[in-house]
């Protein structure tokens, strides 16, 4: 089934270009644009919307005062000419962001992660696990299970550390509600700030798991954890 979305921008040229845009993708079903926010914000109490495309910068109402107050919020891409409105997408778990003038392929890029991650949510529903998203540099990411090595608490972040990657994700999130993400008998939190994949250990001693990248410690809560997990 197509992503139904709609459109707001009270540029008319930008939203003719995000038509032609649209139309150009048969995994989306547009069903209406908006000029105004007020007319989108009244269509998507009423209508059901899994994407929506929405500047930020409009006379009425922001694009991102929108999308605060939407109860049940669609997936979202932001569309506009300030930079200095990323932070904005990102605390909003916004699918992407794109600048104007958009190009096409930049534009493309963004259908297919609204798309996967739809996708993502289905599989989820229905028990899939192979892969999770998170929200890091103003749009979703997604991340393999098993490129996972361990992850790093940060206070109200994580570091998600992955194979062969010098540059760990970084996300708004905490270890424990990641953690509620994860299959069970994957991932093991060993310390307060550390969890690691199972298949990634390669040993564990003197309260020490050593991983592929580097060696961590085991936390005197998770002791027993970790020992009868090791047995």
């Known amino acids: 089934m197509p992503l139904k979305c709609i459109a707001i921008d009270d540029e008319p040229l930008a939203l003719e270009l995000m038509k032609k845009y649209i139309a150009d993708f048969p995994a989306l079903q547009l069903?209406?644009?908006?000029?105004?926010?007020?007319s989108g914000a009244e269509f998507l109490k009423k209508n059901k919307v899994d994407l929506l495309f929405i500047d930020i910068n409009m006379p009425d109402i922001t694009g991102v005062d929108l999308v605060r107050a939407l109860t049940d919020k669609p997936m979202v891409i932001?569309?506009?000419?300030?930079?200095?409105?990323?932070?904005?997408?990102?605390e909003l778990q916004a699918i992407d962001y794109l600048l104007k003038p958009i190009d096409h392929k930049r534009f493309a890029a963004a259908?297919?992660?609204?798309?996967e991650y739809a996708e993502y949510i289905n599989a989820e529903k229905s028990g899939?696990?192979?892969?999770?998203?998170?929200?890091?540099?103003?749009r979703a990411i997604k991340i393999n299970l098993?490129?996972?090595?361990?992850?790093?608490?940060?206070?109200?972040y994580i570091k998600i550390h992955l194979?062969?990657?010098?540059?760990?994700?970084?996300t708004l999130m905490t270890l424990k509600s990641v953690l509620e993400k994860l299959p069970e008998?994957?991932?093991?939190?060993?310390?307060?700030?550390f969890a690691v994949a199972i298949s990634k250990v390669r040993s564990?001693?003197?309260?020490?798991?050593?991983m592929p990248s580097m060696e961590l410690p085991v936390g005197n809560s998770y002791a027993d954890v970790v020992k009868n997990w090791s047995a």
Not at 111 to 115: C, D, E, G, L, T
Not at 185 to 193: A, D, L
Not at 204 to 210: A, C, F
């Open 204 to 210: 564990i001693h003197n309260r020490k798991v050593q």
């Open 78 to 90: 932001f569309t506009t000419a300030y930079k200095n409105y990323a932070f904005e997408g990102f």
């Open 111 to 115: 259908v297919n992660k609204a798309v």
């Open 146 to 156: 098993s490129d996972v090595e361990y992850i790093e608490s940060m206070q109200d």
């Open 31 to 38: 069903l209406h644009t908006f000029e105004d926010a007020v």
């Open 185 to 193: 008998k994957q991932f093991v939190r060993i310390h307060r700030s």
């Open 163 to 170: 194979v062969n990657t010098p540059k760990p994700i970084l």
């Open 128 to 138: 899939g696990d192979e892969c999770i998203y998170v929200h890091s540099e103003y």
